[in-house]
């Protein structure tokens, strides 16, 4: 019989998905799994409990949770070469930016069909220094944005804090000098914000990075230059609407291999989690994984 581990933080999100269990095993035993559960709470406590499982014994794992646990279990894959065993995912935290770029539904009944049909797609992952990143590595303005929310406004608001928490911190943002290199060549200027894309959304805005493909081997790099907060919005518009390629104040790339430095004291932020400070190198690693879609 087939095994797969469900791992779910019971406190995620909407706090729901624990009332759905009993459906999730019933309908993967009648797709021929045997079930085996990780119930989080506490945190490292996937970390620790993934480290030690045996290569060959899961055929695959699920994982309901947000960003946040999808970067948690990506980087255990990875870490622990486990990264052969396919990955549903169960949107059901505040941000599910990963979840709804490659359009993963939220209902059980929907979520299981997807597993028991078997179909898979490879998907990149980014290695920023020593941690993986599965959405996005952004640095500036919307840097360490989730982990300053509150706990009980991100309840309140849901995916929404994330959008105004930036906008607040927007008030005490200053630009940055960075020296961004490339594989063909090395710009330095001063930047609001900048983006390195997996997947075209990050913190609730979708389509930051129109032509961001998961599975194409290159990252998406926008940065949008010293524009000051005034005029962010209106070329970030532009940006959005395609503009990009002739606007002068948004250096736009494809690249797999990218390092970020800066004199400042920068930290970065990978996929809503607090990342490493500049230096950065980021790699592209090609179809590291295996993700379940419809
Ligand atoms: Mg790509």
């Known amino acids: 019989m087939k095994k797969i581990k469900l791992i779910y933080n019971p406190y995620s999100g909407d706090k729901t998905f ?23 709470i506490n945190q490292g406590d ?24 999808i970067n948690i279990v990506v980087n255990c894959l990875m870490k622990y070469n486990l990264n052969h065993i396919p990955i549903a995912i169960i949107p059901s935290g505040t941000a599910n930016d990963f979840a709804t770029f ?4 939220k209902e059980p009944d929907d979520a299981c069909k997807i597993i028991a049909n078997n179909k898979t ?28 929310i509150d706990k009980n406004f991100k309840e309140a608001l849901g995916k929404f804090a994330y959008y105004i928490r930036a906008l607040q911190e ?11 290199t490339n594989s063909k060549e ?8 900048f983006l390195i ?19 194409d081997g290159v990252f998406d790099f926008v940065g949008f230059r010293n524009v000051g907060i005034a005029n962010l919005p209106s070329v970030a518009i ?27 004291e920068v930290y970065t932020d990978l996929d809503g989690e607090k990342g490493p400070k500049l230096p950065i190198n980021i790699k592209n690693i090609p179809s590291a994984i295996k993700v379940f879609v419809e």
């Open 197 to 215: 894309l997996n997947t075209s959304g990050t913190g609730s805005i979708k389509n930051l990075s129109p032509t961001a493909s998961i599975s």
């Open 186 to 193: 090395t710009i330095e200027d001063k930047f609001d914000l």
């Open 102 to 105: 490659l359009k993963l539904p």
């Open 121 to 148: 797609i490879p998907v990149d992952v980014g290695l920023c220094n020593d941690k993986y990143f599965i959405n996005v590595c952004a640095g500036g303005l919307f840097a360490n944005v989730s982990e300053k």
């Open 170 to 180: 927007m008030h005490t943002f200053k630009p940055i000098n960075l020296k961004i």
């Open 46 to 69: 996937i970390e620790n409990h993934l480290k030690d499982i045996e290569k060959n014994f899961y055929d695959a794992f699920i994982v309901s949770g947000g960003d946040g646990t």
């Open 238 to 264: 532009k940006y959005l609407k395609g503009e990009y390629l002739e606007h002068d104040k948004i250096l736009f790339f494809q690249d797999k291999d990218i390092t970020i430095e800066s004199i400042e």
């Open 18 to 40: 624990k009332f759905d269990l009993d459906i999730y095993v019933t309908n993967l035993q009648q797709a021929g799994y045997e079930v085996h559960m990780f119930r989080s």
